[in-house]
């Protein structure tokens, strides 16, 4: 068993406080992604779970034991780094053992080991190479593999991929995902990239600022977001928001800003007559449609053949993306009536950024 | 040899030389005799005899007279060419010389001595190599005893002080503590003080420690200096700290961490701060000389100095064993000096 539980993890240097308390539980043999913007201590929270970094309050808890005061090597992690950190003055063989060596393993057992983990990770051929005669994507299946090689009850990867091209990150991703159904271990996961963290989770849990704004499922995140950063972070393109306020008269009515006036869904939503309200509509949900509520001004269309973006702005230039299957009809700087084909809308307080979905 | 040949003889002119070739290879001429021009006249000068050696004007090669055996007398005799008189145009040998006149005989004919001006004497001299200089170092003087303590100092206080310099070194690049700035503001503040300044006292201690006439005396003091720790200290900056983390979560000891990864990964620097040390140690003067007075714990540079008297000083031998001083430590830095450059262009050192 190697579930992870945080409970209301801190961390401050001096004065600052990096990390506000946050409460997660990972369980079992779960991918879980930590994801969020440059600087929102995401990459410092995996350090802590993996005891490079001290915690300044709460407990960190790996398989049911409380690991505060336990250094990070005996916590049975392995991590990948996203400079991969290989030793470069060793071979590759010589980085697949180090660790090995240090916990005194028997030579032909090392010898079988990073037999069996370099086949696996198609590294067998370059054993005896250095780091720096390798490619990108090769050093980072060693740096992988050093980790494998360890069976740890849990990896982490510390923005892995951050460094290699568009084309090889997509094929990492899946080799990844794919090491984890093999492995089944626990894995924790760190990046900046939102559709790495759709595509390769299980679980994913946004930050920002040091906190935990929401824990779930990718689908959930993208289906019922908690709050207004949480659904302007996932998805892409990114959601479209529409600023207004509830018509005093009718709640289910959205004043727009731009005085435009929309009929919000009857249901699942505890909306009060005059709030002010940030409506959430994702960009295949919003569409060109006869007598549409809202007029758009069309800035620039991209046609990709089977299917078209189309940005824009409303009348009081908030701006907007359409995203349309098949090929559009629209055209540059045309003014059209747009508006969302479905219920899949979101309603948010503009105050407190929180929804106002009811379940 | 082919590649040496071809880099020797590059030239910018294509077929013939152009103007610059000329100022090039002129100006690296005169760098090559500025340079060598001493050492050249030095190990030439060692192989010179007492007699040659006070010879005024001086000879760039060394010259010595030509002797030969006579039937008759017990040592060799000197020969001469006779430019005026009877035998005129004969080799002779000397038997004497006085107030001008000199006694000779025909090589062939020791019987009959012969007596003439001196002025009328030519010396036959030949290229001879007094290889006595140096023989006599070994049979007269206790020259591998110096050669000893020389080399156990080099060799003892480089290891110790590469060991000392890349520990504090370490610590000081790569672990967070309160006062590290502090440290090291000190040690590199003590690059500011001269070592003549703090001779007294470095004395004072090391005669309390009863250290004084030991080779340790010379060693310990030396152990930690300034130059070297800030010189690794910059080095190891720059490896990436991700590469100690990731040594930590393979189970890696700090003391492991220390000897597998920094140590393999600052070798260029170290290899810098091992040349510095074995010149400086090798060619230490001032401090081995407060230290050491009795003459079996002499190192070569103190030895080169006894020779030196105050009323006569001992040419041939204090020229030998100078270049024999000086082999090793060319030959050291004949071996290393690509990494000094390599080494010094990667640490920002000089």
């Avoid at chain 2, 393979?250 to 620097?269: G, M, N, Q, T, V």
Wanted: hydrophobic share 45%; glycine share 8%; with cysteine.
């Amino acid at each position: 068993m190697a579930s992870i539980e945080l409970r209301d993890v801190r961390k401050s240097y001096g004065a600052a406080d990096v990390i506000k308390g946050i409460d997660l539980n990972v369980a079992h043999g779960e991918f879980c992604v930590f994801v969020g913007p440059s600087g929102c201590g995401k990459s410092t929270l995996l350090r802590m779970i993996s005891g490079l970094e001290d915690i300044t309050g709460g407990e960190v808890v790996i398989g049911g034991d409380v690991v505060n005061s336990i250094p990070a090597a005996d916590r049975g992690l392995a991590m990948v780094f996203q400079s991969y950190a290989l030793y470069p003055h060793m071979t590759v063989r010589q980085n697949l053992s180090f660790g090995l060596e240090n916990i005194n393993t028997p030579k032909s057992e090392i010898a079988t080991k990073i037999d069996e983990v370099s086949k696996m990770l198609q590294i067998d051929m370059l054993l005896d190479r250095r780091p720096k005669d390798l490619s990108g994507g090769q050093r980072q299946r060693v740096a992988i593999g050093r980790a494998v090689v360890r069976e740890p009850r849990v990896f982490l990867f510390d923005e892995p991929l951050s460094n290699l091209d568009a084309e090889l990150r997509v094929d990492m991703r899946g080799e990844i995902a794919a090491l984890h159904r093999r492995l089944g271990n626990t894995m924790i996961y760190v990046t900046h990239d939102q559709v790495e963290a759709m595509t390769m989770a299980d679980k994913i849990a946004v930050l920002r600022l040091g906190e935990l704004e929401q824990f779930g499922a990718p689908l959930e995140l993208y289906n019922r977001p908690e709050n207004i950063f949480v659904a302007g972070f996932i998805g892409s393109p990114k959601i479209n928001f529409v600023a207004g306020r509830v018509a005093e008269d009718d709640r289910t009515v959205l004043e727009v800003a731009t005085g435009e006036r929309m009929v919000l869904p009857s249901g699942g939503f505890a909306q009060r007559p005059g709030q002010a309200v940030t409506l959430g509509v994702r960009p295949v949900d919003l569409q060109p449609v006869q007598g549409g509520t809202l007029t758009m001004q069309v800035r620039s269309v991209e046609q990709l053949g089977g299917e078209s973006y189309i940005y824009g702005h409303l009348t009081d230039a908030t701006p907007i993306t359409l995203h349309s299957p098949g090929q559009t009809q629209v055209n540059m700087e045309e003014t059209i009536q747009i508006g969302p084909i479905n219920d899949q809308l979101h309603l948010f307080d503009t105050e407190t950024g929180r929804t106002l979905r009811m379940d | 040899m082919s590649r040496i040949f071809s880099f020797l003889t590059a030239t910018r002119g294509k077929g013939r030389l152009h103007w610059t070739d000329w100022v090039s290879y002129g100006y690296l001429l005169f760098g090559v005799l500025l340079m060598f021009g001493p050492v050249v006249w030095l190990v030439l000068s060692s192989f010179k005899t007492p007699n040659e050696l006070d010879r005024f004007p001086p000879r760039f090669l060394p010259y010595a007279q030509d002797v030969a055996e006579v039937e008759g007398f017990e040592e060799p005799l000197l020969l001469f060419t006779v430019t005026e008189g009877d035998l005129a145009g004969q080799i002779v040998a000397q038997t004497r010389r006085a107030a001008g006149r000199a006694e000779v005989v025909l090589p062939d004919d020791p019987e009959n001595r012969i007596r003439m001006p001196a002025a009328n004497l030519e010396a036959i001299e030949g290229i001879a190599f007094a290889t006595e200089n140096y023989t006599s170092l070994f049979e007269r003087f206790n020259f591998l005893r110096f050669f000893w303590n020389s080399t156990f100092i080099t060799v003892m206080a480089t290891l110790i002080m590469l060991l000392v310099n890349s520990m504090a070194a370490f610590a000081l690049s790569k672990y967070q503590f309160r006062g590290r700035t502090a440290v090291l503001l000190m040690v590199v503040g003590t690059l500011m003080i001269p070592q003549t300044v703090v001779l007294v006292p470095l004395f004072l201690i090391t005669f309390e420690l009863g250290m004084l006439n030991s080779l340790w005396g010379v060693i310990i003091p030396g152990a930690a200096t300034p130059t070297g720790v800030f010189l690794l200290r910059q080095y190891m900056i720059t490896i990436p700290d991700e590469i100690l983390d990731a040594a930590r979560m393979d189970k890696a000891s700090e003391w492991k961490i220390f000897w597998r990864i920094i140590i393999p990964l600052s070798a260029p620097a170290i290899a810098v701060l091992a040349i510095l040390a074995i010149m400086w140690r090798w060619n230490d003067f001032l401090w081995p000389l407060i230290v050491l007075t009795r003459s079996e714990n002499f190192t070569l540079q103190l030895a080169l100095n006894s020779f030196q008297g105050e009323l006569q000083t001992d040419w041939p031998s204090l020229l030998a064993m100078t270049v024999l001083t000086l082999l090793p430590i060319a030959a050291v830095f004949m071996f290393l000096q690509k990494y000094i450059a390599t080494g010094i262009a990667s640490t920002g050192g000089k």
